[in-house]
Nanobody, 122 residues
Framework: QVQLVESGGGLVQAGGSLRLSCAASGRTFSSYAMGWFRQAPGKEREFVADISWNGGSTNYRDSVKGRFTISRDNVKNTVYLQMNSLKPEDTAVYYC???????????????WGQGTQVTVSS
C-alpha cells in the first residue's frame, strides 16, 4: 500500500553535493508535513529537515543550515533534499518521513522510507 522510496544517495568527497529524492505511492501526502532524518552507525536517528504541506515553511537542524535545502513537489508526491558542501559528519543513512497528524511540522512520523546511504569521504 503506502510506500516511501528514497534514492540519490552514494559516495561523495567532502565539499561535494548530492540530491536525495523520496517518492511516495499508495496515498497522496499533499496535506501533510514531510521531512528527512538520518542515522549514522552506532548513533541515534536525528532530525535533519522538514517542510510544510505547501512548501511554505521549512526547518533545519543547525548543523545543516545554509548547506541543505528541502523542497517538495506535491504533483509528483515527492520530497527532495539538496545537500551541498557535504562533510564527513553528514555520513549516514537518510530516511524520509511523513507526519499524517501535522500540516506544518514532522513530529510523529507515521510513515518511513527504507533509507538511502550517504557516505562523505575526506
Amino acid at each position: 500500500q503506502v510506500q516511501l522510496v528514497e534514492s540519490g544517495g552514494g559516495l561523495v568527497q567532502a565539499g561535494g553535493s548530492l540530491r536525495l529524492s523520496c517518492a511516495a505511492s499508495g496515498r497522496t501526502f499533499s496535506s501533510y508535513a514531510m521531512g528527512w532524518f538520518r542515522q549514522a552507525p552506532g548513533k541515534e536517528r536525528e532530525f535533519v529537515a522538514d517542510i510544510s504541506w505547501n512548501g511554505g515553511s521549512t526547518n533545519y537542524r543547525d548543523s545543516v543550515k545554509g548547506r541543505f535545502t528541502i523542497s517538495r513537489d506535491n504533483v509528483k508526491n515527492t520530497v527532495y533534499l539538496q545537500m551541498n558542501s557535504l562533510k564527513p559528519e553528514d555520513t549516514a543513512v537518510y530516511y524520509c518521513a511523513v507526519d499524517p497528524s501535522s500540516s506544518y511540522y514532522v513530529r510523529s512520523p507515521g510513515y518511513w522510507g527504507q533509507g538511502t546511504q550517504v557516505t562523505v569521504s575526506s
